[in-house]
C-alpha cells in the first residue's frame, strides 16, 4: 500500500508540475517535482538503512544517488522521473509477482473455514479445526473437502481434483475409497469418514508447503545481489571519470540516471516466481526458487523404487483357473469377499475387479485370519481367500492343486489362491509394476542433463537388479535402510555435482532433506517426505519431474537472459551518458524502456516455449485422461484374450467354437473397433499438427498386424472339424491368441507413453 501512495504522490507530483510550466509558472513546477522526489528519496533512504542492518545490499543506492545528485544539481525533473520510474518499477514487479504466484496463492484462497459433521443425532456446521479422525462429515455439492477421510458406504462421490493434481476431468469415489482435503465436490452431497485431522491432512500440508514457497529467497536472487556489487562499482567508475574528464557534474547525474534501477534486481525474481508458478500449474510444488535454481542444475539423481519407478501398489498381473470356471466370475467372488477386509493385498484385488466393471456382491459370515487369508459365504457359496498355506489347508489336494502351487513359485510376485465350495478354484498373481512412463522419464532426465542415474532402495538385491535389467540406470544399491540412503546421498554430494534424491515414504525422508534437492511424490506417499522434501509432485505421475526440470531450466535460461541483456543495455546507456550523448532527462526514459523490456522478457518464463514453425503434436490434457480411460475399459477384453487360450487347450468341441465365436464378436465390436478409430480420427488429428506425416506409422503397423490375427482366428475357427479341433490346431490357436495379447498389451503400453510425451503445456 505505501508503494502504491509513492507512485500515487510521485504521479501526480510530476503531471501538478508539468501544467504549472505549461501555465508559465516555473516556480511552482519545481517545487511539486523537488517535493515529488524528495519524498520519494526520503523513503527510500530508509528501505536502504533498514536492508543494510540486515545485511543485505542492492541497486537501490544507485537510485538514491540518482535522485539526490538531481535535487543537488537542480535537476527537479530528472529527479522526479527517477523517482516515477523507481516507484513504477517496484509497482511493476509486484504486479509480475502477483501474476506470478496465482497458482500458488489460489490454494491457499480456497482454504475451508468450516464443515458439515454429524454428532449427537443432527448435522452441525462446525470450525474445520474442531473435526478429529472418525467424524462423519457431509460435503455438498460445490463444496472444499476440508480434510482427508473415505467415502461411507452407499455414497458415490464424484471429485474434482483439479486444484492439486491438475487431473481436468472429475474422478469418481465409491465407498470406501480415500478423498483428499482441498479438492471439489463436483456431484451430488456425499458423505465420509476423516481420517484425519484438518492440521494432518493433505491439504493443510500442502498449504505449508506452499507458505515456505511463497517465503524463500532464491539464491539466484543473491547472485543477484553479488552481480549489483560489480555493476555499483562499474557504475560509480564510470560517472565520477566523466565528471574528472570533463569537469561537468550533470554528465556524472546522467550515468546515475541511466543506471537506475537496473533490470537485475526485477527480472530475477520475476523469472523465478513465473517458473514456481508454472510448475505449480503442473502439479509440482516447489519451495521457492533457490529450489527451482538446483533443480535446473542437477547433475546426479538418485531414486528409489517402490512407488518412485514402480506404481507404489500391487496390480493383477496374471491369473489361472481350473477350466470349467470363468476367471472373471472367479475374480468377482473373491473380490466381493475382500471388500471388508483392509489388508493391501485384499484392496488390490477388490481394484482389480472393479477396474474391470464387475459388480460385487456384499458377503456374509467374513471371518479374517491376520496376515493369512479370508473365509465367508458370497451368494451362497463358501468362498476362502488367501494364501498358499491358508486356502491349500481348506481343499484336497488334486493335480490341479499341483499344477497351481508350481506357478505361483517365482519371484516379484504375491499369489492370492481363492476355493469356492472347499474346491481349489484358481489363483492370481499380483505385482508392483514399473510405472509406464518409467523408461521415457530416465531418457528425458539424460537429455536434461544428468550425468548419472543410481536407484537407491531399501527391497531386496534380486528384485532391484531385475528392475535395472531393463532401465537404463548407472548403478544399482538396494537393501538399504534410511541411513544408508543418506550416506549415498553424501557420498554422491562429495563428488562435486548437485544432487537430486526422488523417493515417496518415510524411509526417504532423511535422504531427500540430505540432497541438494529433494523430490517427494506425494500423491500417495508419506507426510514425511513431503515436509523434507524440495519439490513436491502432487500428481501420481513420474513424468511432471520432467516437465519441472525443464520449466526450471528455461525459467533459469530466461532470468540470465534478461540480467545480461539489461546490463548490457544499461552499460551502453552509461558510456553514452559519459560521452555527453544523452542528458538526464533522456537518461531516465531510456532506463526505464530497458526496465520494462527486461521484465516482460522475465514474464516469458510463465508460458511454454514458442514452437516455431515446426511444430509439434499437442493432446489437451482433458484428452489425454479420455484415451488413457479407453484403454483401461478395455483390460477384460485383454484379459479374456489369454484366458481363451488357456481354456481352448481342453475344451470339447461345441464348447471350443461357441468361446472362440464369442471372443471373435468381443474382439471386433470393443478392441478392432477402438484400434479403427484411433486410425482414422486420432492418428490424422495428430499427425496433421506436425510436419512428420508419418510419425505414428509404427502404431498403425501394429493396428494391422492385431487385425491380421484376429482374421487369422476366425480362418482356424471355421477349419475345425466336426469332431473338435486336433491337437495342432488347438496349439495353433493357443500360440495366436498369446501373440495377439502380448502385442496389444504392448502396444497399449506404447500409445499411452506416446500420448503423455505429446500432452499439451
Known amino acids: 500500500m505505501g508503494r502504491r501512495l509513492l ?51 542492492g541497486l537501490d543506492i544507485i537510485a538514491a544517488l540518482a535522485m539526490a545528485g538531481a535535487l543537488l544539481l537542480g535537476e527537479y525533473l530528472t529527479g522526479s522521473i527517477v523517482a516515477l520510474m523507481f516507484t513504477g518499477g517496484q509497482a511493476l514487479e509486484e504486479f509480475a509477482q502477483r501474476r506470478a504466484r496465482r497458482e ?46 473415505n467415502v461411507e458406504d452407499g455414497n458415490v462421490a464424484v471429485i474434482d481434483e483439479s486444484a492439486l493434481t491438475g487431473e481436468a476431468l472429475p ?46 529467497k532464491a539464491p539466484m536472487a543473491r547472485l543477484a545481489d553479488r552481480y ?17 574528464v570533463s569537469g561537468e557534474a550533470i554528465r556524472a547525474l546522467a550515468v546515475l540516471v541511466v543506471a537506475t534501477p537496473c533490470p537485475l534486481i526485477l527480472a530475477v525474481p520475476v523469472a523465478i516466481i513465473s517458473g514456481v508458478s508454472r510448475c505449480a500449474g503442473k502439479g509440482v510444488l516447489v519451495k521457492g526458487g533457490g529450489a527451482l535454481e538446483m533443480l535446473a542444475n542437477t547433475k546426479t539423481v538418485l531414486l528409489d523404487k517402490t512407488g518412485t519407478i514402480t506404481d507404489g501398489r500391487a496390480g493383477l498381473i496374471d491369473a489361472r483357473c481350473r477350466g470349467d470356471l470363468d476367471p472373471i466370475e472367479v475374480l468377482r467372488l473373491a473380490a466381493s469377499l475382500d471388500q471388508g477386509s483392509h489388508h493391501v493385498i485384499a484392496r488390490a484385488l477388490v481394484a482389480a475387479a472393479r477396474e474391470r466393471g464387475l459388480e460385487l456382491s456384499t458377503p456374509s459370515a467374513s471371518r479374517e485370519t491376520a496376515g493369512a487369508g479370508v473365509t465367508g459365504c458370497v451368494e451362497g457359496h463358501e468362498i476362502a481367500v488367501g494364501g498358499w498355506d491358508f486356502v491349500s489347508a481348506r481343499v484336497e489336494a488334486s493335480g490341479f492343486s499341483r499344477e497351481i502351487r508350481e506357478w505361483i513359485a517365482r519371484d516379484g510376485f504375491v499369489a492370492v489362491l481363492v476355493a469356492v465350495d472347499r474346491s481349489l478354484a484358481g489363483a492370481f498373481l499380483l505385482a508392483d509394476e514399473v510405472r509406464p512412463e518409467a523408461g521415457s522419464v530416465l531418457r528425458h532426465l539424460r537429455e536434461a542433463g544428468a550425468r548419472r542415474i543410481v536407484l537407491a532402495t531399501g527391497d531386496r538385491a534380486e528384485m532391484a537388479e ?37 523417493g515417496d515414504g518415510v524411509n526417504d525422508a532423511p535422504a531427500l532433506a540430505a540432497a541438494d534437492i529433494g523430490v517427494a511424490m506425494s500423491a500417495r506417499g508419506a507426510a514425511a517426505s513431503s515436509e523434507a522434501a524440495d519439490v513436491v509432485i502432487l500428481v501420481d505421475r513420474l513424468d511432471r519431474l520432467v516437465s519441472a526440470i525443464r520449466i526450471a531450466r528455461r525459467s533459469h535460461r530466461i532470468a540470465l537472459q534478461s540480467v545480461y541483456a539489461g546490463m548490457g543495455l544499461s552499460i551502453a546507456g552509461m558510456i553514452a551518458a559519459a560521452l555527453g550523448y544523452l542528458a538526464p532527462v533522456q537518461g531516465a526514459l531510456l532506463q526505464e524502456l530497458i526496465d520494462v523490456v527486461a521484465i516482460l522478457n522475465a514474464l516469458r518464463a510463465l508460458a511454454g516455449p514458442v514452437q516455431g514453425w515446426r511444430k509439434r503434436p499437442r493432446l489437451p490434457h482433458a484428452e489425454l485422461l479420455r484415451l488413457e480411460e479407453e484403454h483401461r475399459d478395455l483390460i477384460d477384453v485383454v484379459d479374456e484374450i489369454r484366458h481363451t487360450a488357456e481354456r481352448v487347450g481342453h475344451l470339447p468341441g461345441p464348447e471350443f467354437r461357441r468361446q472362440l465365436a464369442d471372443l471373435d464378436v468381443l474382439l471386433r465390436q470393443r ?27 509404427g502404431m498403425s503397423r501394429t493396428h494391422m498386424e492385431m487385425r491380421r490375427r484376429v482374421h487369422s482366428l476366425a480362418s482356424l475357427r471355421k477349419a475345425v472339424g466336426e469332431d473338435g479341433p486336433s491337437p495342432a490346431q488347438r496349439y495353433e490357436i493357443q500360440r495366436l491368441l498369446h501373440g495377439l495379447e502380448a502385442i496389444t498389451r504392448l502396444h497399449f503400453a506404447q500409445e499411452q507413453e506416446i500420448y503423455r510425451m505429446l500432452e499439451d503445456g
Not at 113 to 132: C, D, N, S, Y
Not at 228 to 244: K, N, Q
Open 7 to 57: 507512485l500515487a504522490l510521485i504521479a501526480s507530483a510530476l503531471l501538478t508540475g508539468g501544467a504549472a510550466w505549461f501555465a508559465g509558472r516555473p516556480e511552482i513546477s519545481t517545487a511539486a517535482w523537488a517535493a515529488g522526489t524528495a519524498v520519494v528519496l526520503a523513503s527510500l533512504i530508509t528501505e536502504i538503512a533498514i536492508s543494510l542492518g540486515k545485511r543485505e545490499f
Open 104 to 149: 500458488l496463492t489460489a490454494l491457499l484462497d480456497r482454504a475451508p473455514r468450516t464443515a458439515m459433521r454429524f454428532a449427537e443425532g443432527q448435522w452441525e456446521e462446525v470450525p474445520v479445526g474442531a473435526l478429529a479422525a472418525g467424524n462423519c462429515i457431509l460435503v455438498r455439492a460445490g463444496e472444499v473437502v476440508a480434510v482427508d477421510g
Open 466 to 502: 531385475i528392475l535395472a535389467s531393463f532401465l537404463h540406470v548407472d548403478s544399482v544399491m538396494a537393501e538399504l535402510t534410511p541411513e544408508d540412503k543418506t550416506r549415498i546421498v553424501e557420498a554422491e554430494k562429495a563428488a562435486g555435482r548437485p544432487v537430486m534424491m526422488v
Open 228 to 244: 549489483a556489487l560489480v555493476f555499483l562499482a562499474i557504475t560509480l567508475l564510470l560517472a565520477g571519470g566523466a565528471w574528472a
Open 171 to 216: 474422478v469418481r469415489r465409491r465407498s470406501g475409497e480415500p478423498v483428499l482435503s482441498g479438492t471439489t465436490n463436483a456431484g451430488d452431497a456425499f458423505q465420509m469418514t476423516a481420517s484425519h485431522t484438518a492440521a494432518e491432512s493433505t491439504y493443510a500440508a500442502i498449504a505449508r508447503l506452499v507458505e515456505a514457497a511463497r517465503a524463500a
Open 671 to 697: 478392441l478392432l473397433q477402438h484400434e479403427r478409430q484411433d486410425d482414422e480420427e486420432l492418428y490424422p488429428k495428430l499427425r496433421g499438427s506436425t510436419d512428420t506425416p508419418d510419425a505414428l506409422a
